[in-house]
């Protein structure tokens, strides 16, 4: 699914978008469910993209679904792989996720990167790196052009934005300040893990004054 002139939402990864960003230096945001690796590639190649072009893949967080081909991805394309200081350690599985996300790192046993770079300036590329932190205490939001990648900051539910469900959630206090922060920057579409793709209309205004009101 196309959406900006160089951004694309992987099909192969609906349900837990990746993005795929073919600018100079392409970079992939987020990498599905453990599983997907070979549908990714397959996209990735319809796309007439050499996957070793790939220079970076950026995680938002340390979820299963987001970092379930990570390892894989890295292996093929060369890419360095970028997470945040805070989730990092989930990643590699020197800390337990919590609650039930325990359990189902347990069941889907996603392969573990060798190597992760700790995010250290505010960009990688033209992608502006921001943390957004409440859903994992290292959550991170990425900004292209005017193309916000959530991650799970927030999730599209019908047309409607909407907060993770709070079961998921380190600190919800903190995703609602992340939302409000987010509000200081320029975008025009919000590109969700969970749910398509959403246009600014009135559904971010609508989602800043339920925060806002309670």
Request: net charge negative; proline share 6%.
């Amino acid at each position: 699914m196309k959406i900006g002139e160089n951004v694309y939402a992987l099909e192969s990864t609906k349900g837990s978008y990746s993005y795929l960003i073919m600018d100079k230096e392409p970079i992939l945001i987020d990498t599905g469910y453990p599983g997907k690796f070979e549908d990714i590639l397959e996209e990735i190649n319809s796309l007439n993209l050499e996957l070793k072009s790939i220079k970076h893949i950026l995680l938002t967080h340390h979820d299963v679904d987001h970092v379930g081909n990570a390892a894989l991805l890295q292996e093929e394309t060369g890419a360095t792989l970028w997470a945040s200081k805070d989730d990092i350690p989930y990643i590699l599985g020197d800390k337990c996720r919590p609650g039930i996300k325990k359990l189902v790192s347990f069941i889907l046993r996603p392969k573990k990167p060798e190597k992760i770079q700790v995010y250290q300036n505010t960009t990688i590329g033209d992608v502006q790196i921001i943390s957004t932190p409440g859903h994992t205490p290292g959550h991170v939001s990425f900004l292209y052009e005017d193309i916000l990648f959530a991650g799970d900051l927030v999730g599209n539910t019908n047309g409607k934005l909407k907060k993770p469900p709070i079961f998921g959630n380190s600190n919800t206090k903190s995703i609602d300040e992340s939302i409000i922060k987010m509000n200081e920057y320029d975008f025009n579409w919000i590109c969700p893990a969970h749910g398509e793709p959403i246009e600014l209309k009135d559904e971010w205004k609508q989602l800043l004054n339920n925060i806002r009101r309670n």
